[in-house]
């Protein structure tokens, strides 16, 4: 079956640019999907089709998507970015998620 | 604006099966798009169950698949999961959610947490 790999965490210092990599097999040739978790909350897409934003998300929430590794970068990273990171593709009609990276900012 | 909600028991015993429902208003489900289920075990990650697509197919994680079954009521414009024989590995927060292939998951339910126990 086809896994996304995240690393399990990644810190960050506020204002300084956080990337957060999900790697697969030929990822680049699918579209990739990057979401947003807070604690009890649900999931919100921050990214779709592997750089375009949903309206509302912020600008400093990019990616990109080449070869096996798609990658979200946040740029001028905020307290309020903490959160745990998925990524998410889709194989053969079925929705693969990544493991999850926490992200911290400190 | 797009609104989902999940219900159904928040407790379920090992070997029965789970059924959840999940009302979706502010759009037609006939009218487009996947509809699908996501769960999370507490402190864990994001696994995809399934998913509906409008036009009538279903789709299955393979790892769940035996277990499984997805359906929709036009009627009511509400999505269905019934997975049978659950243990505890099965507790988890069930999240229903639609999906704007190749545009993201866009829509998520509140999410409703379902224990396995006796």
């Known amino acids: 079956s086809y896994e996304l790999t995240q690393p399990p965490s990644v810190s960050v210092s506020p204002g300084q640019t956080a990337s957060i990599t999900c790697s697969g097999d030929?990822?680049?040739?699918?579209?990739a999907c990057w979401y947003q978790q807070k604690p009890g909350q649900s999931p919100v897409l921050v990214i779709y089709?592997?750089?375009k934003r949903p309206s509302g998300i912020p600008e400093r929430f990019s990616g990109s998507n080449s070869g096996n590794t798609a990658t979200l970068t946040i740029s001028g990273t905020q307290a309020m970015d903490e959160a745990d990171y998925y990524c998410?593709?889709?194989?053969?009609?079925?929705?693969?998620f990544g493991g999850g990276t926490k992200l911290t900012v400190l | 604006q797009v609104q989902l909600q999940e219900s159904g028991p928040g407790l379920v015993k090992p070997s029965e099966t789970l059924s959840l429902t999940c009302a979706v208003s502010?759009?037609?489900?006939?009218?487009?798009?996947?509809w699908g289920w996501i769960r999370q075990p507490p402190g864990k990650g994001l696994e995809w169950i399934g998913s509906f697509y409008h036009s009538g197919s279903t789709y299955y994680n393979p790892s769940l698949k035996s277990r499984v079954t997805i359906s929709v009521d036009t009627s009511k414009n509400q999505l269905s999961l019934k997975l049978s024989s659950v243990t505890a590995s099965d507790t988890a927060v069930y999240y229903c959610?639609?999906?704007?292939?190749?545009?993201?998951?866009?829509?998520w339910g509140q999410g409703t947490l379902v224990t396995v126990s006796s």
């Open positions: 502010g759009y037609s489900i006939s009218s487009g798009y996947y």
């Open positions: 089709q592997d750089n």
């Open positions: 998410q593709a889709w194989v053969s009609s079925t929705v693969v």
């Open positions: 959610a639609r999906e704007a292939r190749p545009q993201g998951i866009d829509y």
């Open positions: 030929k990822l680049g040739d699918k579209y």
